[in-house]
């Protein structure tokens, strides 16, 4: 995949050069203040997840339960008051989260809530706005209590030992170091969308011995090696892109600010931003719940392990003849300390595009990224967002993190709830007026006596 290195401007042309209406980028700051938490407290990618999608939840609720249209995440969050300001509402609800979810974070949030309400006029609206708003944030952080990410971290898991299965990698920090698996119990914490954690695992699994894993074997083997002779630099550029580990906005951040940038340049309304973010995050977060659950389950060991038992010229300790080991490779970058089979940010990366897509068409892209690995950020660019999909769905390979099986059903599981997200939020039909239905009960009474004086 060829990266373009050039400051991008992002065209106003889809869905309309729209001039920008006053506070349009009210969501986007919260959004931006969001990820900036994320970063400072070092979340791995399904945490990040899981709060972008309940404060992107909370602010459609409290702007669609003002204009209506559409029908609401949570069927409490209806019924907000007549004439109250949407985006005091909208500001109201990310406050609200996101001081639950950060408390150490709380004084920023303030700073931009205090300055957010200075712009918008003392009165009655603004009040049933921000009253409305901390509403349906706080029913929508309660509906979250006790949905399985609070104990995540430490749900017992222990690797099998047996051929094939996850075993505890090393990383950079010196010999011997190993990270302990991260985030076992992700898998089981509550969908937002999903009916359970397992609805889009796939039922297949990898028998190492196929020529298929050989395939993905020697792949990863050669592409991801930190010695690499094949990987050009550009693939290199890419893997360290999309790597966003925590300390990051992570991956899921990574496709939110994508989407910010789009949204900005297209100019959609407030409504319409809330609606297309809580989609997003709805989607990434049950993608980020869809590949832990799947990574667990099916338990396959990361390259570094796999590619140490290929076996050489005399021994075949994985099985299969079509895979040549060697025990001194290493990955481009730190393997995560997780099993293998879903990578979760290709599953981001799948479902992040389904929703764009969906709104925007195969828009371009314009991301900030770490292209080097040493916190050094370049200005990429993609001509499309399936150009931009299909670097993150490589770039664990070039990584040396992970093979194309579990990339592939990544972008597949991704795409899967993508899909689901984009059923939610539809379109109220609106009521007729009594004066209409009246109407409508005249006309077809004369028609009924016209028929019978006909007979």
Known sequence: MKIIRRTFLLSAATLGALALPANAELILDWNTAALNAVQTTGQEAPEAARDLAIMSTAIYDAVNGIDGGYTPYMNGNTGGPAGADEQAAAAAAANTVLESLYPAL????????????????????????VNWGNQVATAILNSRVGDGASNAATTPYSPSGQLGR?????????????????????????PFAMTSGNQFVPTNTIDITSAAYATAFNQVQSLGSISSSTRTSDQTATAYAWNAP????????????????????????????????AQLNIAIADASITAFSATYANDNWRPITAIAYGGDNVNDYDGNPLTTGDAFWSPLIDTPPLPSYMNVNTAIAGAATAVLKAYFGNHSVSMQADTTGTGTFTTLTYPTLDDALAAAGMAPIYAGTDFSYATDAGLTAGGQTGALALTLFQPIAPVPEPSVFLLLLIGAMAMVRRRRAAF
């Open 106 to 129: 709380g004084s920023s949030f303030a700073t931009l809530y205090a300055d957010e309400l200075a712009t918008m006029p003392a009165d009655q609206a603004t009040t049933d706005g």
């Open 166 to 190: 996850w075993a505890p990698t090393p990383v950079a920090n010196g010999p011997g170091y190993q990270n302990p698996p991260t985030l076992p119990g992700w898998g089981n914490v509550k």
């Open 246 to 277: 925590a300390g990051t906005v992570t991956s899921a951040g990574q496709w939110n600010q994508i989407a910010t940038q789009i949204i900005h340049a297209s100019g959609v309304d407030t409504r319409t931003q809330a609606r297309i973010m």
